[in-house]
């Protein structure tokens, strides 16, 4: 029953490192998504994948990369983490388009 | 452009009182609008979800509507307790093209005992 989990929970990188976050999901979901959330300003999608095997650009994907694994994973990548990029960030997925949307806990990540 | 926003920022209320949370979005070609609730630290927490066909969605004491043509929902809370304290965020989704899910900036709610 663990449905959206992420790792880390928690990272701190110096600028210019590089880091992957992980996130799986065992509910059999089409669609995964990435989300930073900042004080202020709610959350903003980064990047999502519709489906096993597409990507596509959300309101900020630069400075990341992500990869659909394959139906259960999809990962966020940073090549070369900056200040800027300290957030939370949020992995979701849901069936299809009509139906809820799980999350799941966060990831804590300062870059300094 | 695509937004949701959400009003008010910020609400204190005191316990027992019924309250409404509004949100509003720009693109009626919605598939679905749904509630989070977030607690300090944590992830988020579906509360409900209103599909593009339907009116209004409820669950225990809450209860959201959805206005497609007016580009609005709400989420009522009746009675509320110190417990309901926590930021609310709509979220819509929007199919066509880009079959994402779009969020409000949330409203942080706080019920005094």
């Known amino acids: 029953n663990a449905g959206v989990t992420q790792t880390p929970k928690f990272q701190v990188l110096k600028t210019g490192q590089s880091m992957t976050l992980q996130c799986a999901q065992d509910?059999?979901?089409?669609?995964m998504y990435w989300y930073r959330q900042d004080p202020g300003m709610g959350l903003r999608l980064i990047y999502y994948s519709a489906s096993e095997g597409t990507t596509d650009k959300g309101e900020v994907p630069n400075g990341y990369n992500v990869s659909r694994l394959n139906k259960r994973e999809f990962s966020l990548r940073l090549e070369s983490a900056a200040p800027s990029q300290t957030s939370v960030y949020f992995c979701?997925?849901?069936?299809?388009?009509?139906?809820?949307?799980?999350f799941g806990q966060g990831t804590r990540l300062t870059v300094v | 452009k695509q937004e949701v926003t959400q009003i008010p920022a910020a609400l204190s209320v005191p316990e027992g009182e019924n309250l409404v949370l509004n949100c509003s979005f720009t693109d009626s070609a919605i598939y679905n609008l749904q509630w989070f609730r977030q607690d300090p630290g944590k992830g988020l927490t579906s509360l409900l979800l209103i599909q593009s066909s339907q009116r209004e969605q409820t669950s225990g004491r809450l209860n959201a509507s959805l206005d497609k043509s007016s580009g609005r929902s709400t989420l009522y809370i009746a009675a509320s307790q110190p417990g309901d304290s926590a930021t609310y965020l709509c979220a819509v989704l929007y199919g066509g093209a880009t079959n994402k899910l779009i969020f409000g900036t949330g409203t942080l709610l706080a019920v005094q005992p």
């Open positions: 979701a997925s849901n069936w299809q388009a009509n139906t809820e949307a799980f």
């Open positions: 509910m059999n979901h089409n669609s």
